[in-house]
C-alpha cells in the first residue's frame, strides 16, 4: 500500500498581496519556509521513498526544505501537472478585481 503526504508550498508574496497566482512562480516570503518545521517534525520518523514537486520555484524551494530537514538526498522530481489551477488572463490580479 503507497501513503502519499501532500503539503502546500509555503507563503509567497502573492499570496500576501492577495493576487491570484496560479502558474505565475511568485517568490516566497521570509516566513514562507517557517511552517516546514512543522512538517519535518510530523515526518521524523517516517521514510519517505520518493518526493515530487511541482516545477514552480515557491514550490520546489518547499519541498527542498522539507527534504534537507529530513535528510532525503534523492532527486525531488520536478512535474508540471502538480501546478495549481492555471488562472489564465486573470493571474496575478488581485483576488476581488478577478470576480
Do not use: C
Not at 29 to 47: F, N, S
Not at 70 to 99: C, H, P, Q, W
Amino acid at each position: 500500500m503507497n501513503t502519499f503526504y501532500i503539503v502546500r508550498h509555503g507563503e509567497t508574496e502573492n499570496n500576501v498581496s492577495r493576487r491570484l497566482s496560479g502558474w505565475i512562480d511568485t517568490p516566497l516570503t521570509a516566513k514562507g519556509l517557517e511552517p516546514t518545521q512543522k512538517v519535518i517534525k510530523k515526518l521524523a520518523h517516517i521514510r519517505i521513498d520518493d518526493m515530487y514537486s511541482s516545477d514552480l520555484g515557491h514550490a520546489f524551494i518547499t519541498a527542498y526544505a522539507i527534504a534537507r530537514g529530513l535528510n532525503f538526498t534523492d532527486e525531488i522530481k520536478l512535474l508540471a501537472g502538480l501546478r495549481e489551477v492555471n488562472y489564465g488572463d486573470a493571474a496575478n490580479m488581485f483576488s476581488a478585481e478577478a470576480y
